[in-house]
């Protein structure tokens, strides 16, 4: 049957946790895919788990307060790390330890104080340095160090006392809903996008039948180092980039919960349609996890072929209300496209 299965996956791996400020369920599901992505990929996802967090708050834009500059720069630096011998000896690790989540565990409710990161030694940079010149499996046959040629899309949501900022490199999606109403955080980073032709086409690309160069739909990506050859370029206006598309946003006590999803839930439900049907799931369940394990059953085609037959991973954030709730800013609503406007769906 191609790339799909006779009988599709419909086993869950799920997992709930929560802080003073949220709770949050995750939840994957292989869908009718033969396998969830390849495992380089994962691996990349994995990469990205481990380290990302890290890198935002050692930078030091991040001890300033700017969050945006210093996610912006750590997406960038996922490549940069990947591309050495250290990176591929830790894809190659990542590979043998592949978990159902596709990456999304590590990090998700990660260190916020940022001694408990900056007291790690960041030997990178050395360790780069001295292995440079030693023989490298993820060298290219032109010699330089390319890293890995599958990548991983990345949509990140900080929030910083009452600051939420989404970094989006890619086609997943952050959502937030505001007294029931869904408003896009991120754009979905596709080849149809003027920004998105024009910047591929300076850097030597094309877009054949909707895919960069003829291989990938989407335009934004961490890893994927095929399409980031150009020395003469800086990463930002490669043919492919991993560079975020970054959101800030201040949140109230309007806000109700905040969605991240991979491609093959938005290809089944628009940003309103989702809200709602979590809005009404979350009348009866409390568990976050199985409201995404819901979300899935909806979305799941009943045969091969078409929308809803993608991988499908979901995380779902709700936030307590507090006794003494922040004022409402209901004047201050997220940028969203007018297909998300209130009353849209």
């Known amino acids: 049957m191609?790339?799909?299965l006779s009988t599709p996956k419909t086993e869950k791996f799920s997992q709930d946790g929560e802080n003073e400020n949220l709770r949050y369920g995750v939840s994957s599901m292989q869908g009718w895919r033969t396998s969830m992505e390849d495992a380089v990929s994962q691996a990349v996802s994995k990469?990205?788990?481990?380290?990302?967090?890290?890198?935002?708050?050692k930078h030091e834009a991040y001890s300033s307060g700017d969050i945006g500059t210093a996610v912006q720069k750590s997406f960038i630096r996922m490549d940069e790390m990947m591309r050495g011998q250290r990176g591929w000896r830790e894809l190659a690790i990542l590979g043998e330890k592949i978990d159902k989540f596709s990456g999304v565990k590590e990090g998700l409710i990660g260190p916020t104080e940022s001694g408990e990161v900056k007291s790690q030694n960041d030997d990178w940079f050395v360790e780069e340095k001295h292995l440079d010149k030693t023989p490298c499996p993820c060298k290219s046959a032109s010699g330089r160090k390319s890293g890995p040629t599958c990548g991983s899309t990345a949509c990140v949501a900080i929030i910083r006392s009452n600051q939420l900022v989404v970094a989006n490199s890619g086609d997943s999606r952050c959502v937030i809903s505001r007294k029931g109403q869904a408003y896009n955080l991120s754009k979905d980073h596709k080849p149809d996008l003027e920004s998105e032709k024009e910047r591929i086409s300076k850097a030597g690309g094309f877009i054949h039948?909707?895919?960069?160069?003829?291989?990938?739909?989407?335009?934004r990506a961490i890893g994927d180092m095929e399409l980031k050859k150009d020395k003469s370029l800086p990463a930002e206006k490669q043919i492919l980039t991993a560079n975020p598309d970054i959101n800030t946003v201040e949140l109230c006590e309007d806000d109700d919960f905040l969605v991240l999803a991979c491609d093959g839930i938005w290809d089944c439900m628009s940003n309103q349609q989702l809200v709602d049907f979590v809005l009404e799931q979350l009348k009866t369940e409390s568990k976050l996890s199985t409201v995404c394990e819901k979300v899935f059953d909806r979305c799941l085609a009943p045969t091969a072929g078409g929308e809803g037959c993608d991988n499908m991973t979901m995380i779902l954030v709700q936030f307590k209300k507090h006794p003494n709730p922040v004022p409402?800013?209901?004047e201050q609503q997220p940028s969203s496209d007018s297909k998300d406007k209130p009353g849209s769906s």
């Open 47 to 57: 990469f990205c788990a481990k380290y990302l967090h890290q890198q935002v708050i």
């Open 328 to 330: 409402s800013t209901s």
């Open 209 to 219: 039948c909707g895919r960069v160069n003829g291989t990938l739909n989407l335009t």
């Open 2 to 4: 191609g790339v799909y």
